[in-house]
């Protein structure tokens, strides 16, 4: 195979040339951290390595010999729908390394919220003593929407603080770390037993705001939300009508329907609920989490080119295509 333009784009890709480029002596291997960097032998590149939320229009339009994409994470929502990509360009993602930071956030997130420690901060800030009697995580029981790699790390260290775990799925079996499993169809029976019913869900049109109003009425009034899954898989105005009238005691939301979260949006100050920047699936580590799967997509790429590539991400048709 001839030599290939590469370009690494973004704040890690030094680090990947530093890792790949004597195991891929075939490669060109370009720089770039902004659109505006892309010119001479870079802009001849056929693959472009990249978070996906960075490519936009213009770093496709820099690039008119692109024939890969391969996405640093694993949603690639802005990919599919980009008009400016061509329909041939072939789309990777990194998939199945998120569990550690994913499985930590949302343990996080159920200690913060069962011990309202937003108010420890608060009193914090005010120079206020306030103690109360402190709520814990042993006992409890966690209801996971979607099981998949990330929930099977979640699950087992919720049985290290003593929860009961139990898994929504199709799966009939349960994976270590749970103790039962429960059809989708059983969702709001489930969400009656949980203690923090935690999103990990694939979004689709059928789990277009699958939690909705009738499905926190189903919560109990001391229970929490944690959605680490995608914004729209819960319908955000009744989710805040929950919490201002107190159908269920807080939530936790990591992902939303708009991001950036607009700064007029009406969540940031609903009552007991933490908002996180879409944190959850970074981590200090992530350039050496993802390198496996860029070097084993690269080796493909090298042998047979984007034919050649394994879990290709189907792009939905376009409008007027067959």
């Not at 099977?152 to 349960?174: D, H, N, T």
């Not at 908002?275 to 860029?294: F, K, N, R, V, W």
């Amino acid at each position: 195979m001839t030599a290939t333009d590469v370009l690494l784009f973004g704040k890690d890709a030094e680090y990947y040339r530093e890792h790949l480029g004597a195991e891929f002596p075939d490669l060109r291997l370009h720089l770039a951290q902004d659109n505006g960097a892309i010119a001479g032998r870079a802009a001849e590149s056929q693959v472009l390595v990249s978070m996906a939320p960075a490519v936009n229009a213009a770093t496709v339009r820099a690039l008119p010999r692109l024939q890969w994409v391969q996405a640093m994470t694993t949603g690639v929502d802005n990919l599919l729908i980009m008009p400016e990509l061509p329909p041939g360009v072939a789309i990777t993602r990194v998939r199945g390394i998120h569990g550690p930071q994913m499985s930590e956030l949302a343990i996080l997130d159920m200690m913060l919220l069962v011990r309202d420690f937003p108010a420890v901060l608060r009193n914090q800030e005010k120079h206020r003593w306030e103690r109360w009697p402190q709520k814990l995580l042993v006992g409890r029981t966690a209801v996971i929407l979607g099981v998949g790699s990330i929930s099977e790390e979640l699950a087992p260290r919720c049985k290290a603080f003593g929860m009961r775990v139990i898994g929504i799925s199709g799966r009939s079996a349960p994976p270590p770390g749970f103790d039962a499993m429960m059809p989708r169809e059983r969702l709001h029976e489930a969400a009656a037993l949980a203690d923090f019913l935690v999103l990990l869900i694939p979004y689709t049109p059928e789990t277009h705001n699958i939690i909705d109003a009738r499905l926190l009425s189903a919560m109990r009034p001391g229970s929490f939300l944690v959605n680490l899954a995608r914004g729209n898989v819960v319908d955000e105005d009744a989710l805040a009508e929950a919490l201002r009238a107190g159908t269920i005691a807080g939530a936790a939301l990591d992902v939303f329907a708009q991001e950036p979260l607009p700064a007029e949006s009406p969540l940031w100050d609903v009552p007991n609920l933490m908002i996180t920047p879409h944190i959850g699936g970074m981590s200090d580590t992530y350039a050496e989490q993802a390198l496996p799967t860029l070097r084993q997509n690269l080796a493909d790429f090298v042998q047979g080119g984007a034919g050649a590539l394994k879990d290709r991400v189907e792009r939905p048709a376009r409008a007027g295509t067959a």
